[in-house]
């Protein structure tokens, strides 16, 4: 147990359909993460959360639309994806943005789109 | 891109032999740190060394930094069938936000 916790593990979704990912973080820290792991490839930053105010945004499709509604809580609702958009996207948290932050990282919820 | 790199892509060991794997990145960095993730879970942070520093330990975990040739080393020694994962490894280039490698999938057979 990392201490961050994301539902559901497994997602099944067709390209026209409406889903969320949920993210919870039971460490007390302050910022919030979204990352997306395809294979071969590097963990892609999505998103990050510093107090609830998102801070990053690394050019992600709007079919991907994040919300923060506390620093213990983190959503990605999910919209008209695609194919490629299939992988794992974990979910992590962290103290915040200071020299030395370690990031804690869920399980991850593996999506599929169809 | 400020992403580390890792190589080798794979590497496959028996148990009680070492394992390096090797991040090259390229621009300046506050620290650098090596995460570990088990097929299909979430990673998990092992070891972080700032750029002032030269090696550190943990464990059976070695961690070097070179900052002139922009580059760290993760040692395993004595491996064992449980260190079998991905071994990734992340710079932080702007307080606190961390690029990732695709990282070095580390195979320990009994």
């Known amino acids: 147990e990392t201490g961050v916790t994301q539902t559901p593990r497994h997602l099944v979704m067709g390209m026209t359909n409406k889903k969320s990912l949920k993210c919870e973080q039971h460490?007390?820290?302050?910022?919030m993460y979204w990352y997306k792991q395809s294979a071969k490839k590097p963990l892609e930053l999505m998103f990050v959360y510093n107090f609830k105010e998102q801070t990053e945004n690394n050019s992600v499709p709007s079919r991907f639309s994040p919300e923060c509604p506390n620093s213990s809580h983190l959503f990605l609702h999910l919209h008209t994806l695609q194919p490629e958009d299939s992988a794992l996207y974990l979910c992590?948290?962290?103290?915040?943005?200071?020299?030395?932050?370690?990031?804690?990282f869920g399980e991850g919820s593996w999506l599929t789109v169809v | 891109s400020q992403q580390g790199e890792e190589d080798p892509q794979a590497l496959s060991i028996q148990e009680g032999e070492n394992a390096t794997m090797n991040c090259s990145y390229k621009t300046s960095i506050n620290n650098l740190q090596w995460y570990r993730q088990n097929s299909g879970r979430g990673l998990v942070h092992l070891i972080l060394i700032r750029s002032n520093e030269r090696e550190k330990h943990s464990g059976r975990l070695r961690v070097t930094l070179d900052t002139s040739k922009k580059s760290s080393s993760l040692l395993i020694t004595a491996s064992r069938a449980a260190d079998t994962a991905s071994y990734f490894c992340a710079t932080d280039y702007s307080w606190g936000k961390l690029q990732f490698g695709a990282g070095t999938q580390v195979v320990v057979t009994p």
């Open positions: 460490l007390g820290h302050n910022a």
């Open positions: 992590a948290s962290s103290q915040g943005a200071t020299d030395g932050n370690t990031i804690y």
